[in-house]
């Protein structure tokens, strides 16, 4: 029987689900702990206000014959679609709804995608990275070849000397929090449109950009149209971790070999989706109303705040860091020349508090540690106060 | 660029949208003529009271601090599957809830779980089919070999002389509304472990089974835990098609080579999929309970009696078809040695009704026809009288 022996080459279990099991074991043996984690990028702040009404209202609907809906397009409601053609004309980029798909979050699509490239390609990756470009890769027998990132290259590597067919590239990045400035980004398009290659552009944290000097999407770049597909999520725009959407742009113009892969993703998804719960993308669509924005942004500014709290506390220790701002990951270096292995074990057993170890993004990662800003406000300060304490011991 | 050439070899758009748009132009072009679709087989009974009630309950948690949720386990939340669980019992079919994976749907189950199968792997597929095996096959580049379904084997292939490492087996069956009985299912489940292949069974119509002889599930058969894996789905059994949830069910027991697929599905989901909406779960959930389970069979109820008008005016005009009963598709054959499309193009011009045409699934459905019992009430009614209308003409 064929199996996929890809598989085999994967690690046991993915990197999140081994560290929350780890947190977990540790909070059962110790139940008198209070642990807060600052480690998986969950959010912690409940849907904005119009956003659960549009979620009701929508629900509602459902029950009603006259109002009921069956199937909805694969691709998603029109009504979503242009809202979020809406939303890009902000960076004064013209999308056309065709060229959106709604998606049930960023994770899927941007694992699905590789259905559209043979085995064997090449796909580029920087390390440290979300692990999940990783996984999928080695799952569609992809052949990875990695980029250092690292504090030489202020976690922001440029294009490589050598070919690759597929490009990952997230930015504001998951895990170091570097963002990509419009110069970085365009170097990364003139070489994809030299290399005939493509460039998938995860930016599902691009809400959090304050600094208006840096893009929020890969097509405020130009020739990006040409050569990317990007990647986005309402997940940590708007708290949608557990009630799942997203999009995915593929620009008409985005040709490989004279095949359309806006029409090859168009064949996937009709085949293998059936769209995102009429209810969801109702609740989605809030988003973008003026009460949606007002609201979600009040959201962020909360995550922000928590992301200052844990930079003021790292400088008062003289750790140095990335991130934290324009991105609600922080990516600090493990004092006392501890690897993030130890690092974890010694933040979970004297702090209890736990992160995440740099090495799970990528060997690049071997002696970095990832805090998230997207926990509650009092648990971000406490944790911050036990890791100062801990320190100054 | 190594695009995946196998998106090459499908047809250019998939089936359904293919007709929809037909019809859809037919009706753009004829405002004054009300088109009545017994085609797609989408439901139009709203969500049940309970569900709603459940939906909305779960999106007022959802905008409260102390009551939200973020990312959920990728695999569903406990309370659901053991509600699933728990339903299995009424077939003596004893499950771990670590066997049972909550999907945005059967469809995607259907596509993805390929992905556990090396290109080359051969899919064998009874023709006529649901087209989602073929394309889904088709893109992840397998062989298929095809098992001819006629009149002659009542639409119910048995297992063939020859190998095949996976098996796709819809019951009822999605065109032909076939159900096989528990020596059918057996058969299958004994050439599946002689063979060590691996049997799909798509089981997304099983609430339409009415006959207490017929099996629901391929657990019922002895020796499917070690050779199956069961796809579900709310859409029929309680009209998701636009909330989208389903399950899928991987026993512990199916290991091929020593892998254990249950531990492999589990990697794939939680690398490229990240559960679906906590809200929809709750939804779901509800289903199960004594009112949910007695307002669907309801529902189900108003379909089967559609079903009923439906067969008692093909027996008027003596047209013999298979389904109706224990499925919610009745498959006919075309009247006046018309083919599927002339009959297509007959239906839709003189009765302003549309089907889908058989030969959409598949070589063996040239002469055949597909109608569903999924509409209105009226709808059908006034679909059923045109038809007799036009061909007592």
Not at 162 to 172: G, K, N, Q, Y
Not at 202 to 207: C, F, H, M, N, S
Not at 283 to 308: D, L, S, W
Not at 341 to 358: D, N
Request: aromatic share 12%; with cysteine.
């Amino acid at each position: 029987m064929p199996i996929n022996r890809n598989f085999q080459q994967l690690s046991e279990n993915y990197f999140f689900s081994a560290i929350n099991r780890r947190a977990s074991q540790f909070a059962e043996a110790h139940p008198d702990q209070r642990l807060i984690r600052l480690s998986i990028g969950d959010v912690t702040q409940p849907l904005c206000p119009c956003v659960v009404a549009a979620l009701e209202k929508a629900a509602q609907e459902m029950g009603k014959v006259d109002t009921f809906r069956g199937y909805g397009p694969e691709q998603g409601y029109p009504f979503l679609r242009e809202a979020i053609a809406g939303y890009y004309k902000k960076w004064n980029i013209s999308l056309e709804t065709e060229e959106i798909f709604i998606s049930d979050g960023a994770k899927s699509d941007l694992g699905n995608i590789l259905d559209l490239f043979s085995e064997g390609t090449s796909v580029l990756i920087p390390d440290p990275v979300y692990p999940v470009y990783v996984d999928a890769s080695i799952m569609g027998g992809k052949k990875i070849l990695f980029l250092d990132a690292s504090e030489e290259n202020s976690f922001l590597p440029l294009p490589p000397a050598f070919h690759a067919d597929v490009i990952f590239l997230c930015s504001p990045n998951n895990p170091t929090g570097a963002v990509y400035s419009k110069d970085g980004l365009q170097a990364w398009v003139d070489y994809a449109l030299a290399e005939k290659a493509v460039l998938l552009f995860d930016g599902a944290y691009e809400a959090f950009i304050t600094d208006p000097s840096l893009p929020h999407s890969i097509f405020e770049v130009d020739g990006a149209k040409k050569c990317a597909i990007e990647f986005c999520s309402f997940s940590k725009k708007a708290g949608f971790t557990g009630t799942r959407c997203g999009y995915t742009v593929i620009p008409k113009e985005l040709e490989i070999d004279g095949l359309s892969l806006n029409h090859l993703w168009l064949r996937r998804q009709t085949t293998k989706f059936n769209g995102v719960p009429y209810i969801v993308q109702r609740g989605a669509e809030a988003v973008f109303t003026p009460q949606g924005e007002q609201e979600t942004t009040k959201a962020i500014a909360y995550y922000q705040e928590n992301a200052r709290i844990i930079r003021q506390g790292l400088d008062q220790l003289s750790i140095s860091y990335t991130g934290g701002e324009n991105a609600p990951y922080i990516w600090m270096r493990c004092p006392g020349r501890m690897d993030s292995e130890q690092y974890f074990k010694f933040l979970l057993e004297h702090c209890t508090v736990v992160g995440s170890p740099g090495i799970g993004f990528g060997k690049n990662g071997k002696y970095f540690f990832r805090l998230t800003a997207f926990g509650d406000r009092e648990d971000v300060k406490e944790a911050i106060k036990r890791i100062i304490n801990c320190m100054s011991l």
